[in-house]
Nanobody, 119 residues
Framework: QVQLVESGGGLVQAGGSLRLSCAASTSGSIFSRVGMGWYRQAPGKQRELVAAITSGGSTNYANSVKGRFTISRDNAKNTVYLQMNSLKAEDTAVYYC???????????WGQGTQVTVSS
């Protein structure tokens, strides 16, 4: 079973930056062939996909984060990253990584990493 471990969250002021990491405990040959995504879930809201990256490195973003967030991956480390700049209070949520939304089922969810942006 694949384990996903997210890290890098924290408390930051509006306008600040954070870099999230997600390590997947799967073989490199599998990880390099799948699309990955970063999701977030704010209190009282459904989990939403905010950024995705294909196995080939193409990226896609939700309109709410476009131009501010950058997703990347390091297949040698089985890790996907989310660079978040110009953070806003509405970015406050628990952030998770997983297979992108074109896969079903996705892997078991990790514990996520809390991002809190103070205004």
């Amino acid at each position: 079973q694949v384990q996903l471990v997210e890290s890098g969250g924290g408390l930051v002021q509006a306008g600040g930056s954070l870099r999230l990491s997600c390590a997947a405990s799967t073989s490199g040959s599998i990880f390099s062939r799948v699309g990955m995504g970063w999701y977030r879930q704010a209190p009282g809201k459904q989990r939403e996909l905010v950024a995705a990256i294909t196995s080939g490195g193409s990226t896609n973003y939700a309109n709410s984060v476009k131009g501010r967030f950058t997703i990347s991956r390091d297949n040698a480390k089985n890790t996907v990253y989310l660079q978040m700049n110009s953070l806003k209070a509405e970015d406050t949520a628990v952030y998770y990584c997983n297979l992108d939304s074109s896969y079903a089922p996705v892997w078991d969810w990790g514990q996520g990493t809390q991002v809190t942006v103070s205004s």
